[in-house]
């Protein structure tokens, strides 16, 4: 999967796959979602702080029953700051203002390609993108993923997959 790590490390600009690359990311994205099945409960978890840890304020979210618009607006926004930058960091305050540079987990891209499919603001080929960039991202670091998040990885691919047969 080198040409994988090239895609990202150039942000997929002027990227060019050929067909037997584009088979070996599907047939990969494919074995994944094959693979034997996790659960997953909802938990309830209060978040109160004036900065938030960008993986617990995701997972806080993801195990919210009901969004308000607050949460959607900031989770648009952080599909605008990974959609320009392919990157988000650890620590934001409240307005999105980054606290360090040290990078996210890959757990919170994983949350935020749950939380994105909500939104409405976005249009299907604005989703299937941020999902294909998402997902891409997180086959080339599966090895390192836990049993939660390869379950919503899992629903990531699931969903890719929709969106791509919606489009054609």
Known sequence: MIFLKKLINNKYQE????????????????????ENNIKFSRKNIKYTK????????????????????????????LYQKFSVNLKLKKNYNFKLVKINNKGASICSYIYLGQLILILKKINLYQKLNFLLKVNDLCVYKYPRLNQVEIYFLKKNIFEEFKLLKKCF
């Open 15 to 34: 990227s060019f796959l050929t067909e037997t690359q584009i088979l070996k990311l599907f047939k990969k994205k494919n074995q994944i979602f094959k």
């Open 50 to 77: 004036k900065h938030f840890i960008i993986d617990e304020y995701l997972w806080f979210l993801i195990n919210k029953k009901k969004l308000h618009t607050n949460d959607k607006n900031l989770i648009f926004a």
